[in-house]
């Protein structure tokens, strides 16, 4: 069955920082695509940065890069510089079945991290 | 541009009673999801519509559970003779179509759903 962990159910940080959550998954497809969304107290899910199977470099997108590791299947989530605002939950996601919106798209999702970052 | 908006944000229901949840996705979004998302878990997946034609509803726990799309673009998420299993947070997303970008999801911000 497919599966996302997150083992970490909480992480601090102080402001400034570079912060890893953690994030391994398991699936039996060669093709997948792996998210991470941020849902603070509001309770939005925003959706942060993406990792498709068959890329080859990690993904970045601003503070957020994303360390993939195909083979131990870890996709991990590095913030670099936190910021007050970065407090939230986060969830790593994986969609089967294609990289690229090719598939029905539906997201699995793990538990979460409770990320706080102290002033 | 506007994102995906719900109503009611929060919902009180008393057992037994039916409750609707609506969902309005970003404009043009031709899928569209929604999500169960219990205290303290990640979101589960409950139903996928692909336009009006619900492709997917193998998420929803029981026949109390009903979504529809008829127009393709609204959707509502019927739930009914409420049971306090059925408190969480129901969350709907829309994406691009099929094959089109990353297939990134955007969220609502959610129905807070509370059984007493």
């Known amino acids: 069955a497919q599966k996302i962990t997150q083992t970490q159910p909480g992480m601090f940080v102080q402001e400034k920082e570079a912060v890893t959550l953690d994030c391994t998954y398991d699936?039996?497809?060669?093709?997948?695509?792996l998210f991470w969304y941020k849902q603070p107290s509001s309770g939005e899910m925003i959706f942060l940065i993406y990792?498709?199977?068959?890329?080859?470099q990690n993904a970045t997108e601003g503070r957020y890069s994303l360390n993939f590791q195909k083979a131990r299947k870890s996709a991990n989530l590095v913030i670099s510089a936190s910021q007050l605002g970065d407090s939230a939950m986060y969830f790593c996601?994986?969609?089967?079945?294609?990289?690229?919106?090719?598939?029905?798209?539906?997201?699995?999702f793990g538990k979460g991290t409770k990320l706080s970052v102290k002033p | 541009g506007a994102g995906v908006s719900q109503s009611p944000r929060y919902k009180v229901a008393k057992r037994g009673q039916d409750v609707a949840l609506r969902c309005d996705p970003i404009?043009?979004?031709?899928?569209l999801f929604w999500y169960q998302q219990a205290l303290g878990q990640g979101p589960e997946f409950l139903t996928y519509f692909q336009n009006e034609a619900q492709l997917d509803k193998s998420g929803l726990p029981s026949d109390r559970f009903f979504a529809e799309r008829p127009e393709g673009s609204v959707s509502t998420l019927k739930i009914q003779r409420t049971q306090q299993e059925d408190s969480a947070v129901y969350l709907c997303?829309?994406?691009?179509?099929?094959?089109?970008?990353?297939?990134?999801?955007?969220f609502g911000p959610g129905t807070r759903l509370t059984v007493t």
């Open positions: 404009s043009g979004h031709v899928s």
């Open positions: 699936t039996s497809d060669q093709s997948y695509g």
């Open positions: 990792q498709g199977s068959y890329d080859e």
């Open positions: 997303a829309s994406s691009l179509a099929l094959g089109t970008g990353l297939g990134e999801q955007y």
């Open positions: 996601a994986m969609r089967e079945g294609g990289e690229y919106g090719g598939s029905q798209g539906n997201l699995i």
